[in-house]
Structures are given as structure tokens and as C-alpha cells.
């Protein structure tokens, strides 16, 4: 037993040795260890979550289906046969056939494609544009910020679905997927730039900032070296989750009849032209439905693991 | 709070003339020509075309066209449809519908909303709330048309349980399924929310202090848990309230119910550009006024916040 009213040699008062305090582990720091990065962190995180892992699987499987369609069915989406109306499953024909006689589940697999490069796309862009917006309003602050972020607000005011129905009447003579792409985005960056403008303004003002300027960096390299890396997460949070949202609302247009062309195989598309024969063949409706929840529900999936993965104030256990 | 009041209106001028104006921009100058709408299939009259434009002061350079729109809205006078009826008569007709529709869709999702989501959140890993957080994901996930024609078919044609459509004068039991339909989806991410702050507040000190003082268990529930919890529920509905006025176009397309939403399609296809233009206008307007009103809720929910 030490005697603790004298201190150890090189002390003026009597600390305890390291190894007699209860939080000997707590203090010890293995420097030898490599240094554990956010993002390190975040993908520990991550690969321990059921959600993430279920939805990662999901969505890779999607993306498989979306980029070579041909390993799942060899029936032609676009080859219909009149004679083949409302048949009910076959060989080589699991789904059936639709009121125009074409096999729905060559539809279902072929519309992924459709589905997944309009979600992917509008994201790209919003997190592009709204994140640029974002930056220089939170960022530069002043006048620029209150011109941008009133934009903001106008912008936030209108209804997504009446905003792109109104824009995209105007041009229903375009037959390109990027028509609904950037009209989706058109009314889509706005969410992005307002949590963007947020996330700069708080980081802002935080000590790194402070000392990379003392060390004479100059604003635009603090933006883009220590200001937007800081900013990221909750980016990408709202980028997962939103673009579930991109998916629904092209399948939502495209079912109005004014998104997608006709002679694109989409889901919203298929599930609108089967709505007449509802009553009588449900099926019909259900096959695209259930794919394109399936989609939905593995992007929103992970955007919850994302979030908990890069938000550890939302953790939930 | 009169002064804070007196600011976020002067404040919301902004908004409403640059919405307006941008909808206003977004019907009538792009391309695309709403007096050949009006004609139809039928060969463009160059002459009546001419005093069409006139008549809605299309002849002239488009900003003095949106002054005098306003001008006019001011005065509740959006012109007229095509087919000659006033367009204040036609919105006058169906804004009662879907002020109905969104307000029981409103009830609907408060009310399931927030029982689910705090039931949820206080007994967090139950059997039930894993079931609860299973359903409000699928909810989330599935668009509302398809849950529209899934309602349809089940509770309409094979169990006819309720009407499969509503028609033009709705009664309670005709919107009750597109009401249900409608508030689904916000009902499911007002579970999300409720289950979370709940569950994050009941952890708080504050929360450990009202326990130890001795308050009964439902006392701190109520008066503890719950209001601190539906701060954010609030602002969610409220800002809510006033997109499920636009958001009803789907639902009321899918159940044929003749609202705003329905009027508004139809006459976008139609290039029925005045109504468009003065239905957009009303419902940013609804939407701004609901922003509001959540901000002057939150003072009375959450003494710590003081508007001077």
C-alpha cells in the first residue's frame, strides 16, 4: 500500500498511478492504433445493422435488375399480342399478361430500369444544385443569403406534384426521361439547399474554422477543405431518403399520363393503365405496385441507417 | 407577439408576390399558347384570338399582365373559364369539398398519428411497436394511388364496406376512405416523429426529476413527456394541413371527388390557364397563412419560446 500522504517521486502532491484507478481503461490511449475517421466510424456502425444490411442487399439486387434485365426474363416488354389479353400465368410467363396482352412480369422487370435512373438522376442534381445554393447562402451570408434563401421560400411554397404538372404540359411533346428528371428537380433542390444553408452556417462557426483561418487559409479553401467535409452528412441523409421520394413522384406523374411517355416501360405507367380493369384483374395493378414499393422501401430503409450511422444524436438504441 | 405577429406577415408579401409571379411565368410565358388551348381541336380564329388576348390582357408585356392579374385578385376577380362561368364561382364550388377532405384526412392522421407514435416510442421493443414501425414504413413506401386503388378494391368492391367512388356533393361516409387514403402517408411519418421524440424524451433529466418529486406515472406521461414531444408533431401538421389542400389531386382523380385538386388537373389539361394560375395563387396563400399559425402555436406549447 502506497502511502498517500506523500507524494510519488517527480510529484508535488500525491497522484495515483495509473494502474490503481478504476478507469485505467478509459484513460489509456493506443496510440499505435490507426486513427478512426468519421467515416470509419460510420461504416462500423453501419455494417452492424440489420436495416442497412437487408436494404443494402435490396438495393444492390435493383441496380442488378436495372442494368441487365435480359437475365431475368427473355420476353420482350414491348411485344404485345392481343390474343394473350388478361391470359393468366403460364410457363415462362409468371405474372401473366395485361389488358393489351403483354407479359407483365418482362414490364415489371424492364420498368426497374426506368424507375431507378429517374430516382438516381434527380438526386444527382438536386444534391448538386442544392448543396451549391446551400453553401453560398450559409456561407456568404449577408444579402446574398436573404436573396437566396426568400428563393428558398417561393419556391418551398408551391406543391411539388401541381409544380410539375404545370411545367411539364407545357412540354408534353418531349419524350426524353430527363424532362421529368430535371422538372423533379427543378421543385426538388429547394429541401437540399435549405438543409445545406444549415449545416455550413453551423459549421461556420466552429473552432477549426477559427484556427485554419489564423493559419492563413484563405475563406474559399476553408469552404471547400473544412467547411462543406463537415457538411456532408446530413446531405447524404436527406439525399437517401429523398430519392425513394424522386421514384414515387415519377411514378405519380407517370400514372397521371403527363411523365413518362407511353412507350416507356415505367411502373407508375403500367399501374395507370391498369387501373380500368381494377375490379376484374387486380393483379395486373398489384405486380408493378409491390416492385416499386419493394424500391421505395429499400431506399427509405437506408436512408434510416445512414442516418443513424452519421447522426449519432438520432441513435435510436 | 403583435410585433412578431406584424413581421412574419410583412415578411410572407415576398413570398406570396414571387410564388404567384413564378406560377404566373410558369403558365403563361412558356411555351405552349393558352389562347390556341381555348380553341381546341378546332382551326385558330385569328380575330377572336386577338380579342381573346385583349380580353385578358395577354397583348401586353408580361409583367404589366401579372400587375393587372393581381390587381384583380385583390378584388377576388380571376376572369373566367373558357366556357364563360366566372373562375371565384367554379373554386367557390369546390374548395368547401376539399376543405372537407383535407380536414378529415387532417383528423385522421393526427389523431392514429399520434396514438400510434406514442404509444410506440413509451414502449419501445414491444411486440406492437415493432408492428406499428413495420406498417408506418410500408405506408411510407407504397404512393398513394396504389394505396387508394388497394382501399378500393378491398374495403369497396370485395368487402363493400364503404362507396368505391364519391361523386359531386360528398357525404361523410363517401369521403371517409379518400380521406383515410390521403392523410396515410403523413400519418405514417407522424408515427416516425411521435415514436422518436418520445422516446428521446423520456431519457431527458427533467423527465428523472418529475419522478423523483414523486409524480405519478401518468402525470409525468402527460405533463412532462407529452408536451415536450408534440412541439415538432405540431409543426408537422400544421405545415401539413396546408399541403394535403394541393396534395389532394391524386386522391380526388382516383375517388372522382370534384375539389380543388381535381379542378386544378383538369384544367391544366385543359391549358385553362386562368384557373390554374388563381388556384395555385389561393393555395400558396393556405399554405403560408398554416406556416404561420404553427409559429404562434409554438409559443403556447413551449413556454420557453417568447415572440417580443
Same mark, same amino acid.
Given at each position: 500500500?502506497?502511502?498517500?500522504?506523500?507524494?510519488?517521486?517527480?510529484?508535488?502532491?500525491?497522484?495515483?498511478?495509473?494502474?490503481?484507478?478504476?478507469?485505467?481503461?478509459?484513460?489509456?490511449?493506443?496510440?499505435?492504433?490507426?486513427?478512426?475517421?468519421?467515416?470509419?466510424?460510420?461504416?462500423?456502425?453501419?455494417?452492424?445493422?440489420?436495416?442497412?444490411?437487408?436494404?443494402?442487399?435490396?438495393?444492390?439486387?435493383?441496380?442488378?435488375?436495372?442494368?441487365?434485365?435480359?437475365?431475368?426474363?427473355?420476353?420482350?416488354?414491348?411485344?404485345?399480342?392481343?390474343?394473350?389479353?388478361?391470359?393468366?400465368?403460364?410457363?415462362?410467363?409468371?405474372?401473366?399478361?395485361?389488358?393489351?396482352?403483354?407479359?407483365?412480369?418482362?414490364?415489371?422487370?424492364?420498368?426497374?430500369?426506368?424507375?431507378?435512373?429517374?430516382?438516381?438522376?434527380?438526386?444527382?442534381?438536386?444534391?448538386?444544385?442544392?448543396?451549391?445554393?446551400?453553401?453560398?447562402?450559409?456561407?456568404?451570408?449577408?444579402?446574398?443569403?436573404?436573396?437566396? !434563401?426568400?428563393?428558398? &421560400? +417561393?419556391?418551398? /411554397?408551391?406543391?411539388? =406534384?401541381?409544380?410539375?404538372?404545370? $411545367? %411539364?404540359?407545357?412540354?408534353?411533346?418531349?419524350?426524353?426521361?430527363?424532362?421529368?428528371?430535371?422538372?423533379?428537380?427543378?421543385?426538388?433542390?429547394?429541401?437540399?439547399?435549405?438543409?445545406?444553408?444549415?449545416?455550413?452556417?453551423?459549421?461556420?462557426?466552429?473552432?477549426?474554422?477559427?484556427?485554419?483561418?489564423?493559419?492563413?487559409?484563405?475563406?474559399?479553401?476553408?469552404?471547400?477543405?473544412?467547411?462543406?467535409?463537415?457538411?456532408?452528412?446530413?446531405?447524404?441523409?436527406?439525399?437517401?431518403?429523398?430519392?425513394?421520394?424522386?421514384?414515387?413522384?415519377?411514378?405519380?406523374?407517370?400514372?397521371?399520363?403527363?411523365?413518362?411517355?407511353?412507350?416507356?416501360? !415505367?411502373?407508375?405507367? &403500367? +399501374?395507370?393503365? /391498369?387501373?380500368?380493369? =381494377?375490379?376484374?384483374?387486380?393483379? $395486373? %395493378?398489384?405486380?408493378?405496385?409491390?416492385?416499386?414499393?419493394?424500391?421505395?422501401?429499400?431506399?427509405?430503409?437506408?436512408?434510416?441507417?445512414?442516418?443513424?450511422?452519421?447522426?449519432?444524436?438520432?441513435?435510436?438504441? | 407577439?403583435?410585433?412578431?405577429?406584424?413581421?412574419?406577415?410583412?415578411?410572407?408579401?415576398?413570398?406570396?408576390?414571387?410564388?404567384?409571379?413564378?406560377?404566373?411565368?410558369?403558365?403563361?410565358?412558356?411555351?405552349?399558347?393558352?389562347?390556341?388551348?381555348?380553341?381546341?381541336?378546332?382551326?385558330?380564329?385569328?380575330?377572336?384570338?386577338?380579342?381573346?388576348?385583349?380580353?385578358?390582357?395577354?397583348?401586353?408585356?408580361?409583367?404589366?399582365?401579372?400587375?393587372?392579374?393581381?390587381?384583380?385578385?385583390?378584388?377576388?376577380?380571376?376572369?373566367?373559364?373558357?366556357?364563360?362561368?366566372?373562375?371565384?364561382?367554379?373554386?367557390?364550388?369546390?374548395?368547401?369539398?376539399?376543405?372537407?377532405?383535407?380536414?378529415?384526412?387532417?383528423?385522421?392522421?393526427a389523431i392514429?398519428g399520434c396514438v400510434?407514435g406514442v404509444i410506440s416510442g413509451l414502449?419501445?421493443?414491444?411486440?406492437?411497436?415493432?408492428?406499428?414501425?413495420?406498417?408506418?414504413?410500408?405506408?411510407?413506401?407504397?404512393?398513394?394511388?396504389?394505396?387508394?386503388?388497394?382501399?378500393?378494391?378491398?374495403?369497396?368492391?370485395?368487402?363493400?364496406?364503404?362507396?368505391?367512388?364519391?361523386?359531386?356533393?360528398?357525404?361523410?361516409?363517401?369521403?371517409?376512405?379518400?380521406?383515410?387514403?390521403?392523410?396515410?402517408?403523413?400519418?405514417?411519418?407522424i408515427?416516425?416523429l411521435a415514436r422518436s421524440e418520445v422516446s428521446s424524451n423520456i431519457a431527458q433529466d427533467y423527465v428523472r426529476t418529475a419522478r423523483a418529486k414523486?409524480m405519478t406515472n401518468t402525470s409525468v406521461t402527460f405533463r412532462h413527456i407529452l408536451r415536450n414531444s408534440m412541439i415538432p408533431v405540431v409543426t408537422y401538421l400544421g405545415?401539413?394541413?396546408?399541403?394535403?389542400?394541393?396534395?389532394?389531386?391524386?386522391?380526388?382523380?382516383?375517388?372522382?371527388?370534384?375539389?380543388?385538386?381535381?379542378?386544378?388537373?383538369?384544367?391544366?389539361?385543359?391549358?385553362?390557364?386562368?384557373?390554374?394560375?388563381?388556384?395555385?395563387?389561393?393555395?400558396?396563400?393556405?399554405?403560408?397563412?398554416?406556416?404561420?399559425?404553427v409559429d404562434m402555436l409554438y409559443a403556447a406549447l413551449d413556454p420557453r419560446i417568447r415572440?417580443?
Amino acid at each position: 500500500m502506497t502511502d498517500i500522504t506523500k507524494p510519488l517521486p517527480g510529484q508535488e502532491r500525491y497522484v495515483a498511478p495509473l494502474d490503481e484507478t478504476p478507469l485505467q481503461t478509459v484513460d489509456t490511449v493506443d496510440e499505435s492504433a490507426p486513427a478512426s475517421s468519421m467515416w470509419a466510424d460510420a461504416w462500423r456502425t453501419l455494417r452492424k445493422n440489420p436495416l442497412f444490411i437487408i436494404s443494402g442487399i435490396l438495393i444492390l439486387f435493383i441496380i442488378f435488375v436495372a442494368l441487365f434485365p435480359g437475365v431475368f426474363t427473355k420476353n420482350d416488354p414491348n411485344y404485345c399480342n392481343l390474343d394473350n389479353s388478361l391470359e393468366p400465368a403460364a410457363a415462362g410467363h409468371p405474372f401473366g399478361f395485361d389488358l393489351q396482352g403483354c407479359d407483365v412480369y418482362a414490364r415489371v422487370v424492364y420498368g426497374t430500369r426506368t424507375s431507378l435512373s429517374v430516382g438516381i438522376l434527380t438526386t444527382l442534381i438536386v444534391v448538386a444544385v442544392g448543396t451549391l445554393v446551400g453553401a453560398i447562402a450559409g456561407f456568404f451570408g449577408g444579402w446574398v443569403d436573404a436573396v437566396l !434563401s426568400r428563393i428558398v &421560400d +417561393i419556391f418551398m /411554397a408551391i406543391p411539388m =406534384l401541381l409544380g410539375a404538372i404545370v $411545367v %411539364l404540359q407545357m412540354f408534353r411533346t418531349i419524350t426524353s426521361i430527363w424532362k421529368v428528371v430535371l422538372v423533379l428537380a427543378l421543385f426538388g433542390w429547394v429541401s437540399t439547399a435549405r438543409i445545406a444553408r444549415g449545416a455550413v452556417l453551423s459549421s461556420k462557426n466552429l473552432e477549426f474554422n477559427t484556427a485554419s483561418t489564423a493559419l492563413g487559409s484563405t475563406p474559399t479553401r476553408n469552404l471547400f477543405r473544412h467547411i462543406l467535409p463537415n457538411s456532408v452528412s446530413p446531405i447524404i441523409v436527406i439525399a437517401t431518403t429523398s430519392l425513394g421520394s424522386y421514384i414515387v413522384s415519377e411514378a405519380t406523374l407517370s400514372f397521371l399520363g403527363i411523365g413518362l411517355p407511353t412507350t416507356t416501360v !415505367s411502373w407508375g405507367g &403500367d +399501374i395507370s393503365k /391498369a387501373q380500368s380493369i =381494377l375490379r376484374t384483374d387486380p393483379m $395486373v %395493378l398489384f405486380y408493378p405496385s409491390v416492385a416499386l414499393a419493394i424500391t421505395v422501401l429499400a431506399f427509405i430503409m437506408m436512408g434510416d441507417a445512414v442516418k443513424d450511422a452519421l447522426d449519432p444524436k438520432s441513435r435510436t438504441a | 407577439m403583435g410585433k412578431y405577429l406584424l413581421r412574419r406577415i410583412l415578411q410572407m408579401i415576398p413570398v406570396v408576390l414571387g410564388t404567384t409571379l413564378l406560377v404566373y411565368a410558369l403558365v403563361f410565358a412558356l411555351p405552349g399558347d393558352p389562347v390556341k388551348a381555348m380553341f381546341g381541336d378546332k382551326p385558330v380564329n385569328e380575330a377572336v384570338a386577338a380579342q381573346i388576348r385583349a380580353e385578358y390582357n395577354l397583348d401586353k408585356p408580361f409583367i404589366v399582365q401579372y400587375f393587372l392579374f393581381l390587381k384583380n385578385a385583390l378584388s377576388l376577380n380571376f376572369g373566367e373559364t373558357f366556357a364563360g362561368q366566372p373562375v371565384i364561382s367554379e373554386i367557390g364550388r369546390a374548395f368547401p369539398v376539399t376543405i372537407k377532405l383535407a380536414l378529415m384526412a387532417f383528423c385522421f392522421e393526427a389523431i392514429f398519428g399520434c396514438v400510434f407514435g406514442v404509444i410506440s416510442g413509451l414502449k419501445k421493443g414491444k411486440w406492437y411497436d415493432s408492428v406499428i414501425l413495420i406498417v408506418s414504413l410500408l405506408l411510407i413506401s407504397v404512393p398513394t394511388f396504389v394505396t387508394g386503388f388497394l382501399g378500393q378494391y378491398l374495403l369497396g368492391v370485395k368487402w363493400r364496406i364503404l362507396p368505391v367512388t364519391a361523386g359531386s356533393n360528398p357525404g361523410f361516409l363517401d369521403l371517409l376512405m379518400p380521406a383515410m387514403v390521403l392523410g396515410s402517408v403523413s400519418m405514417a411519418y407522424i408515427i416516425r416523429l411521435a415514436r422518436s421524440e418520445v422516446s428521446s424524451n423520456i431519457a431527458q433529466d427533467y423527465v428523472r426529476t418529475a419522478r423523483a418529486k414523486g409524480m405519478t406515472n401518468t402525470s409525468v406521461t402527460f405533463r412532462h413527456i407529452l408536451r415536450n414531444s408534440m412541439i415538432p408533431v405540431v409543426t408537422y401538421l400544421g405545415q401539413d394541413l396546408g399541403a394535403l389542400m394541393g396534395g389532394a389531386m391524386i386522391t380526388e382523380q382516383i375517388f372522382n371527388i370534384h375539389g380543388v385538386g381535381f379542378l386544378t388537373y383538369q384544367s391544366i389539361l385543359k391549358g385553362e390557364a386562368n384557373m390554374v394560375v388563381s388556384v395555385v395563387t389561393l393555395l400558396t396563400l393556405v399554405f403560408v397563412v398554416c406556416n404561420l399559425l404553427v409559429d404562434m402555436l409554438y409559443a403556447a406549447l413551449d413556454p420557453r419560446i417568447r415572440y417580443a
